[in-house]
C-alpha cells in the first residue's frame, strides 16, 4: 500500500519560483549561445559564452566539474546524442544539428534546460527531426499535471512521438535508456523519467512537482547508442544525427509551468 501511495516530492511556490529565477539565467545563455553558433565557431568557444553569462548573472555553471564534466554546458553535435565534450577540435559547419544542454545554480537550486538548432540550413529531413523533437517535448510536458502519475509523462511522450513521426514525415527512433529526471537542490532527483513507457505507473505527481523532462530522438529509427572513450560522449549507433530538447517544468493546479523560460 505504501507503494502505492509514493508522491514525488514538491516544491514551495517561493522554491518554484527560485528554480524560475535560476532557469530563466539557462535560458539567456541558450539564447547567447545560439547567436554566436556559426560556421567556424568551436563548441568550446559556445562553453566560454554560456560561463560567462551564468556567472555574470550571479549563478554557477551546474555541470562543470559534476562528477567529474569538464564544461559548463554539453555541446552535441549531429550523431551525438548527448554529454558531447565543448572542444576546440569541434569545429562547427553549414548543415549542422547542435545540441546544448546547460544547468545553473543559483541560490541553490537548480535549472536545466536543452535545445537543438542548426548551423545556416539543415537538411529536410534533419530539419523534421528537430522540429519533430520540440514538437514531442510540447506535447508531452502537457501530462505533468498534479493527480498523473510518473509513467504518463512518459507514456505522452511516446504517443507524442508516433504522432510525430506521421506529422512531420519522419521516421524517429526513441534513444534507449536516457530520460529525464527530478530535479531541484541538485541536478539529478529522484525519480528517473523515461521517454517512453506504459501510464499509470510509478509514484504520483502532485502540486509543486518538478522533472527535467526531455526527448531524445534519432533520426531513421534507432535507438541503440554508445558511449566513448572519453566516458562522456554518447553517440547514435548507426551514425543517424540525434535531437535533444528539455525543459525543467512543474506541476501546477494551472497547469505544467516550465520553468527554464527562454523568452
Not at 527531426?129 to 504518463?152: Q, S, Y
Amino acid at each position: 500500500m505504501a507503494f502505492r501511495k509514493r508522491k514525488i516530492a514538491a516544491k514551495t511556490a517561493e522554491e518554484l519560483n527560485a528554480m524560475e529565477a535560476a532557469g530563466r539565467i539557462v535560458g539567456t545563455a541558450l539564447r547567447e549561445v545560439r547567436a554566436v553558433a556559426k560556421p567556424g565557431a568551436t563548441t568550446l568557444d559556445l562553453d566560454k559564452v554560456a560561463e560567462t553569462v551564468i556567472r555574470d548573472h550571479g549563478a554557477v555553471p551546474t555541470f562543470l566539474g559534476y562528477e567529474g564534466f569538464p564544461a559548463s554546458i554539453c555541446a552535441s553535435v549531429n550523431d551525438v546524442v548527448v554529454h558531447g565534450i565543448p572542444s576546440t577540435s569541434v569545429v562547427l559547419g553549414e548543415g549542422d544539428l547542435v545540441s546544448i544542454d546547460c544547468g545553473a545554480t543559483l541560490d541553490g537550486w537548480v535549472g536545466d534546460s536543452a535545445w537543438s538548432f542548426g548551423i545556416g540550413e539543415l537538411a529536410p529531413e534533419v530539419d523534421a527531426l528537430n522540429r519533430a523533437t520540440e514538437w514531442v517535448l510540447a506535447e508531452g510536458l502537457k501530462a505533468m499535471v498534479p493527480g498523473n502519475k510518473l509513467t504518463d509523462v512518459s507514456h505522452a511522450l511516446e504517443q507524442a512521438t508516433y504522432a510525430a513521426e506521421e506529422r512531420f514525415g519522419v521516421e524517429l527512433g526513441i534513444v534507449d535508456g536516457y530520460g529525464g529526471h527530478g530535479i531541484g537542490r541538485t541536478m539529478h532527483e529522484e525519480p528517473f523519467l523515461a521517454n517512453e513507457g506504459k501510464p499509470n505507473r510509478g509514484p504520483r505527481i502532485q502540486e509543486g512537482s518538478v522533472l527535467a523532462i526531455e526527448p531524445m530522438l534519432i533520426l531513421g529509427g534507432g535507438y541503440d547508442t554508445q558511449v566513448l572513450a572519453d566516458d562522456w560522449t554518447v553517440i547514435t549507433l548507426d551514425g543517424a544525427p540525434a535531437s535533444h530538447w528539455e525543459h525543467t517544468v512543474a506541476a501546477t493546479a494551472d497547469g505544467p509551468r516550465i520553468l527554464t523560460p527562454r523568452a
